[in-house]
């Protein structure tokens, strides 16, 4: 990147995208009543709407699971996006240009080649997809429809042709420079003269999360035309480790069901989709490792309990791809299965053999991951002799000692120990000598979503907030009087401190908003301020508007406020050392007539309850 985005221009594109538009475009909003819309929330399963976009702030919240945020948060959350490409791309829809700052003149330079590289996979792409359609391509579509893909499929790929010669001079054409042509990895150079480097190929675009093209993976139709598969070499755009082939189109449904199929091939992906596994992406020509667990994390949640499943082959290259993977990382490790076809079909000649069920069946039927390992390393071994109980436990141990969660592990010990038919102890032992699993991680669970609390604590604290944070305008002439020791709660206390600390300009706005959010020390409270700000403000039959509720719940505050004042004065008041020195006490008496009319005036600001 090159460097930071101007904060100004943050704002600016936070002030001129509408929320409720952008949410629209993947939620089907209805009008909740109080200037809120809601609708069905796309980051978990329901059947009643819970999910609340108030577009007059700017912000949307979901009662349901918690997630809340603004134009820019649901961008990031429902594309799977960096802050930086959320703005990038909400910039591109409003026409804001972004200024970046704080980044070297190389790191610049690398933001106008990016810049140059996507747009040369952009107008390759096109063409490409164009090209399928001609009659050089006839070998192309065959291929495509021999194996159950039709053009709906094509389409929703990108799928295109990429005949003998003809790209580079197209590219050209259209006014790319010859260096981005080449640096972009289409275009190969040498003996003098650049080429195509996909000639003859049936060739699949490779996205980013953000839906930008980085790269091609493509597949000779001929067998005079080189390797059978050919990528795009690492560019500045495109790494193979960090990517992967179908994210892009399955990252809602991988959030949605918190799970993703890892296949071998870009077929496999289509494949998979088409029979309803849509949670299925590929590596590209590479093996998977440590990137692509990061990019899992992000598709995920990094929700621990998520659900990752290899179709690798069960052979044991397979095995030690799968095990390869979690060996440094193991986020997902309890929650990992292999899924392996009884005559090892690939879901793609699965699919074209036994149909679309058949390939759903093969993902439903998987074996969690250390099962399949820990069988497949004591698999040859007699296990009714002492030596070959021996030598499982030694082939066993180390693939033991290398489950960090210690539940997790105690379980696979316990099956070990039964499969064998040895005391769980000798397990302990094989584990303890497999190496040192010193640094174990037990399990996380999910901290449960943000929610105005209703019930075991001061419900009154927290309906003042929700106006203060909701509907500032209609309070302005209490909110100095209300303060630190308005508040009993200390979460409450600390969301004061964030409306407080935002000032008074712009009062209510979004981004008076976004500034109370901001000042927020956590985001459990950021999450509890979007909630505030989704949930309409109660209306009773005697508070016959907005107005008077909130009026009301100030006065509420400051009534009990004063309460707790008073009775901390008649405590003192008690107190021997007092009680005995008569001008302090007639002081204190004289506040408490003070509080006590105080109190008197503010209870005219409510109606009597009953």
């Excluded at 040895?422 to 010193?438: I, N, P």
């Excluded at 505030?532 to 907005?546: D, G, H, Q, R």
Aim: net charge negative; hydrophobic share 40%; glycine share 10%.
């Amino acid at each position: 990147m090159a460097g930071l985005i101007v904060s100004d221009d943050i704002a600016t594109v936070r002030e001129r995208v509408r929320i409720n538009d952008v949410v629209s475009e993947h939620v089907t909003l209805k009008n909740a009543g109080g200037g809120s819309m809601k609708g069905l929330c796309p980051f978990h399963e329901e059947r009643t709407p819970s999910f609340h976009v108030t577009p007059t702030k700017g912000l949307y919240y979901c009662f349901g699971c918690g997630e809340g945020g603004d134009s820019i948060d649901f961008v990031m959350a429902v594309e799977h996006l960096s802050f930086s490409e959320a703005v990038e791309k909400l910039a591109g829809r409003t026409g804001v240009t972004l200024r970046y700052e704080g980044g070297n003149a190389g790191q610049k330079r690398d933001h106008g080649k990016r810049v140059a590289l996507l747009a040369v996979n952009a107008a390759a792409a096109e063409y490409f997809v164009n090209q399928l359609a001609s009659n050089a391509a006839g070998k192309a579509r065959g291929f495509l429809t021999e194996r159950g893909f039709g053009e709906e499929s094509w389409r929703e790929f990108g799928i295109g042709y990429a005949p003998r010669n003809g790209l580079v001079e197209h590219l050209r054409k259209a006014g790319h420079e010859q260096r981005a042509i080449v640096e972009s990895g289409v275009a190969g150079q040498g003996e003098g003269r650049t080429y195509d480097r996909f000639r003859d190929r049936l060739v699949w675009p490779i996205r980013e999360l953000s839906g930008d093209i980085v790269g091609f993976g493509a597949r000779r139709l001929s067998e005079d035309s080189g390797p059978k598969y050919l990528n795009t070499p690492e560019t500045a755009v495109y790494k193979k480790s960090n990517v992967l082939f179908g994210a892009h189109q399955a990252r809602r449904e991988i959030a949605k069901q918190q799970q993703v199929v890892i296949v071998e091939g870009y077929t496999d992906v289509m494949a998979c989709h088409l029979a309803g596994v849509t949670t299925a992406v590929a590596t590209c020509g590479t093996a998977f490792g440590e990137g692509h667990v990061k990019v899992l994390r992000r598709l995920l949640l990094d929700d621990s309990d998520a659900k990752v499943v290899f179709t690798f082959d069960g052979d044991a290259a397979g095995r030690k791809a799968a095990l390869r993977a979690y060996q440094e990382d193991q986020q997902f490790a309890g929650s990992t299965y292999i899924a392996i076809a009884r005559d090892g079909l690939d879901p793609c000649d699965l699919r074209l053999r036994d149909g679309d069920e058949a390939v759903r069946d093969l993902v439903s039927s998987r074996t969690p991951l250390f099962e399949f390992v820990l069988r497949s390393s004591i698999e040859g071994l007699d296990l009714g002799t002492a030596e070959g109980r021996s030598a499982a436990l030694k082939k066993a141990g180390p693939i033991l000692a290398g489950i960090r969660d210690e539940l997790l592990r105690e379980e696979y010990d316990r099956q070990l120990a039964g499969w064998l038919g040895v005391d769980q102890e000798q397990v302990r032992r094989a584990v303890q000598l497999g190496g040192d699993h010193g640094r174990r991680s037990s399990n996380r669970s999910k901290s449960p979503a943000g929610s105005v609390p209703a019930r075991g604590t001061n419900l009154l604290e927290w309906q003042a907030l929700q106006v203060m944070v909701r509907s500032p305008e209609l309070v302005v002439e209490w909110l100095d009087s209300i303060d630190f020791e308005s508040f009993a709660d200390s979460r409450t206390r600390s969301l004061h401190q964030a409306v407080a600390t935002a000032g008074v300009v712009d009062l209510g706005s979004p981004a008076w908003l976004r500034q109370v959010m901001d000042n927020c020390s956590d985001d459990e409270e950021r999450r509890l301020v979007g909630a505030m700000v989704a949930k309409p403000l109660p209306a009773s039959a005697a508070e016959s508007s907005e107005q008077d509720y909130a009026v009301g719940i100030m006065a509420r505050l400051l009534f009990e406020a004063a309460g707790r004042r008073t009775g901390d004065l008649r405590a003192t008041l008690s107190a021997p050392e007092v009680s005995e020195d008569g001008a302090r006490s007639a002081a204190i008496l004289a506040d408490l007539q003070e509080l006590e009319k105080y109190r008197r005036s503010l209870r005219n600001y409510w109606a009597p309850e009953g």
